[in-house]
Nanobody, 129 residues
């Protein structure tokens, strides 16, 4: 069993930066997928980014490409989401998610919530004007 614990959320002004962390306890595999999703009030949970513990691959939603960077530290069992140039529309609860390597098969599989087996409790990110 894998447990995921997020941290690093908070309040930031538009244009600012935050770094989210997700620490996994339990057994992890180098080809596993570790991703971030987010859910804004009244909206569905949406894909943000995903990487593997090996760091060999990383994918992003178009809305965050060029502003967010996902990375992993296998030794610490921790995945990070560096968020720069934050916008009002980035306000959401951010969730860490873990899944099997098959997540990377296609755009559809890596962006689908149902392909991820493990979820964190979420951390709030609020961007103000």
């Amino acid at each position: 069993q894998v447990q995921l614990i997020e941290s690093g959320g908070g309040l930031v002004q538009a244009g600012g930066s935050l770094r989210l962390s997700c620490t996994a306890s339990g057994r992890t595999f180098s080809n596993s997928a570790m991703g971030w999703f987010r859910q804004a009030p009244g909206k569905e949970r949406e894909f943000v980014a995903v990487t593997s513990w090996s760091g060999a691959t990383a994918y992003y939603a178009d809305s965050v490409k060029g502003r967010f960077t996902i990375s992993g530290d296998n030794a610490k069992n921790t995945v990070y989401l560096q968020m720069n140039n934050l916008k009002l529309e980035d306000t959401a609860v951010y969730y860490c998610a873990g899944g099997p390597g098959g997540v990377f098969t296609s755009i559809r599989t890596r962006q689908s919530r149902s392909n991820y087996n493990y979820w964190g409790q979420g951390t709030q990110v609020t961007v103000s004007s």
